[in-house]
């Protein structure tokens, strides 16, 4: 059953053109600092949309069923989220530090590795990927 897990998942990157790959932080360019510390970011209310209409059209980081994630991670929700991917494991949300978690490096403008996500668009706004920053520097609560 892992084989057939692992071929439908090497199928899934191909089929969604990821690199599962895991970059560098985005040294000089990134603080983990709160952009905001007196405005709490609510992930049910502000970043679980964003990740919601990310996944719209692209069935890359929803599981298809148990056990299986095609782009090897999945976004469906935070308990998998905070799991992590094939090759990152837990990098994907780093508490505390938006500049070495993955997830906040492939939605920035120009990722360290790999392909910019959502893959073709439609990228996150500038306020959108503060959003995301904010709340993995306060810490990626389930808020």
């Not at 709490?40 to 059209?57: D, I, K, N, T, W």
């Not at 392909?115 to 990626?140: C, F, K, N, T, V």
């Amino acid at each position: 059953m892992r084989v057939l897990t692992t071929l439908v998942a090497a199928a899934g990157l191909a089929a969604c053109g990821i690199e599962p790959d895991v970059g560098r932080p985005l040294a000089g360019i990134c603080s983990n600092a709160d952009t905001d510390p007196d405005l709490a970011v609510s992930f049910r209310e502000e970043v679980r949309p964003l990740l919601a209409r990310s996944m719209a059209g692209c069935a890359c980081h929803v599981p298809p069923g148990p056990g299986v994630q095609l782009a090897g991670f999945d976004l469906s929700s935070l308990a998998s989220l905070r799991a992590g991917g094939f090759n990152s494991g837990p990098r994907i949300v780093v508490a505390g530090e938006p500049c070495t978690s993955v997830m906040y490096q492939k939605v920035y403008e120009a990722p360290p590795f790999g392909s910019r996500m959502p893959l073709g668009g439609p990228y996150w706004s500038d306020e959108e990927l503060q959003l995301l920053h904010d709340w993995i520097a306060e810490g990626a609560a389930d808020n």
